[in-house]
Each structure stands twice: as structure tokens, then as C-alpha cells.
């Protein structure tokens, strides 16, 4: 089903960074040549592709999220909690992107959204090493000992320090 979803995602992630590249273009022409105005508009523009760059970054963690083998598999929960917190950043951009067109956006509301998703961010991450943990248990008796048992808990255990650092 990932590698279904691909084409779709990939094609979305170029043609919308075409789109933006092809509307940079001029701007950074007039913008050498000292325009004022085509400055203003290519820091609009940056912002708009830094935004658009985790968007981009959210379209692949959908892949990692659909190929997981199951949906408690840590990275599941490591890819959603990366997700929230790139979504944050989106509004928190969205909200500048509106200020910098002249618009009136309500921050508070900005704010609020922001915080939702970093909220999710955190139920997420604290998933990722209690996920780990439960697939740990579950192959405790039926791993034998060896290499493989001894690199798939060195994999599982990664995830530990993987959920810290996004919470």
C-alpha cells in the first residue's frame, strides 16, 4: 500500500515545489537588479518554501506511516510525532506567511492550533519506546538467541532515545 501511495506523494512534492521554484524565479531577477519589492516578496516566498519543504517532509513520514508492518510499530508512532511538530511550524509559518500579505490573522487561535499539535506531538512520542518495549516482549520467547535477536532489540532499543529527543 506505501509503495501504492508513492507516485502520488512524490508527484505532489515536485509539482508543488516546481510551482514555488517557478514563482521565485523572477523575483530573485528583479530582487538583483534592487527592486524593494521583489525582496520583500523573495523573504515572502523562503518562507512559503520553508513551509512548504515540511509539508513535503509530512507527504514522506504518510509513506513511512503506511508501509509500517503494524500500527503499533514504534516508528509509526516516531513518524506522527514528527508530523505534529513539523504541522506546528506549518501554522506558526501560515501565520506569517498571512502578516507579511497585509492580513490580520488571529493569533491566538494560531497559537491554540500550534499547541494542539504539539500536544499530539507528545502523545505520540511517548509511544514510541512503550511500542519498542511490547514488541520486545512479544518476540522474547519465540527469538532465539543469536545475531539476529541481538541486532532486532539493538533496532527496538534505538527507538528509546528516538521518542526523548521528539517529546
Known amino acids: 500500500d506505501g509503495f501504492k501511495t508513492l507516485p502520488r506523494i512524490t508527484r505532489g512534492v515536485i509539482d508543488a515545489s516546481d510551482t514555488l521554484l517557478n514563482r521565485l524565479r523572477p523575483l530573485l531577477i528583479k530582487a538583483a537588479s534592487g527592486d524593494v519589492e521583489a525582496k520583500l516578496a523573495v523573504a515572502r516566498q523562503t518562507v512559503a518554501g520553508t513551509r512548504l519543504a515540511l509539508q513535503n517532509e509530512n507527504a514522506m513520514l504518510d509513506v513511512a506511516i503506511v508501509m509500517a508492518n503494524r500500527p503499533d510499530h514504534p516508528q509509526v508512532a516516531l513518524s506522527k510525532a514528527a508530523k505534529a ?27 491554540k492550533a500550534m499547541q494542539a499539535q504539539v ?49
Open 119 to 167: 500536544a499530539i506531538g507528545r502523545a505520540e512520542a511517548r509511544k514510541v519506546w512503550a511500542n519498542a518495549q511490547k514488541i520486545k516482549a512479544e518476540y522474547a520467547t519465540t527469538l532465539p538467541a543469536g545475531a539476529f535477536k541481538t541486532a532486532f532489540y539493538t533496532a527496538l532499543d534505538s527507538f528509546e532515545e528516538s521518542g526523548r529527543i521528539e517529546l
Open 85 to 111: 511538530a513539523n504541522q506546528a511550524c506549518i501554522i506558526a509559518l501560515e501565520y506569517l506567511e498571512r502578516r507579511a500579505a497585509g492580513e490580520s490573522p488571529d493569533p491566538v487561535a494560531a497559537g
